[in-house]
């Protein structure tokens, strides 16, 4: 069973504009929900994440929703820029254990 | 860079063979989690390690094993490989307390022919 489903599996979107990621849970219990960009070849990076006792997190461009009630959380990348262009994967953690969504290919068209 | 290194980049097996993928974790990191990512998915928890005892597990089979060094090394041991183990390997270690933030290692490819 997939713990963490993540939407859309791909997503284009002009230079300037704004890019949102979806993310839904299953487990109540989990308390740790980070984001991660991963450019081919690499490891999957830190972006933000948030814990379920805040309803939104910003960091620059990227600002994480959470609505603990739905048990949704997104990303949303403000002023999107080709660099941003990425594979994007939602986390959903319970102490030593992370669920992955299946990710998000972005691309920035200048 | 997160000053998490991999080894070897590429391997490439054949079925029913057993392979050994290394991992230099960031200084002071005690904690040493391994992932399979398969091609187009998220990364999958293998299992965890913690001062050199496995500490969690995910849903993977006992020939899946691990060992953790005290020099903040460890390995990941795949015996009798399955053409379905081939897969993107990463690593990620991090402080044994904190808010769970964990960094990356650029992974292992392994194909299993």
């Known amino acids: 069973q997939q713990q963490v489903k993540q939407s859309p599996q791909s997503l284009i979107v002009q230079k300037g504009g704004i890019s949102i990621i979806n993310c839904a849970y299953e487990n109540t219990a989990f308390d740790y929900f980070p984001w991660y960009q991963q450019f081919p070849g690499k490891g999957p990076a830190l972006l933000i994440a948030?814990?379920?006792?805040?309803s939104e997190k910003k960091e620059g461009r990227f600002t994480i929703s959470f609505n603990k009630s739905a048990k949704q959380f997104s990303l949303h990348i403000m002023d999107s820029q080709p660099g941003d262009s990425a594979t994007y994967f939602c986390a959903a953690a319970l102490g030593n254990q992370f669920y992955f969504g299946t990710g998000t290919s972005l691309t920035v068209i200048p | 860079e997160t000053g998490v290194t991999q080894s070897p980049t590429h391997l490439i097996k054949t079925r029913g063979q057993q392979v050994t993928l290394r991992c230099s974790s960031q200084s002071g990191h005690n904690t040493v989690s391994w992932y399979q990512q398969a091609l187009g998915q998220g990364p999958q928890f293998i299992f965890q390690?913690?001062?050199?005892?496995?500490?969690g597990r995910g849903n993977f089979p006992p020939r899946f094993s691990g060992l953790q060094f005290p020099n903040y090394s460890s390995e990941l041991n795949v015996n009798a490989l399955e053409l379905d183990d081939s897969a993107l390997y990463l690593c990620?270690?991090?402080?044994?307390?904190?808010?769970?933030?964990?960094?990356f290692g650029p992974g292992t490819r392994l194909t299993v022919l």
């Open positions: 390690y913690y001062r050199e005892e496995e500490n």
């Open positions: 948030i814990r379920p006792d805040v």
């Open positions: 990620a270690s991090r402080y044994d307390t904190g808010p769970y933030e964990q960094f």
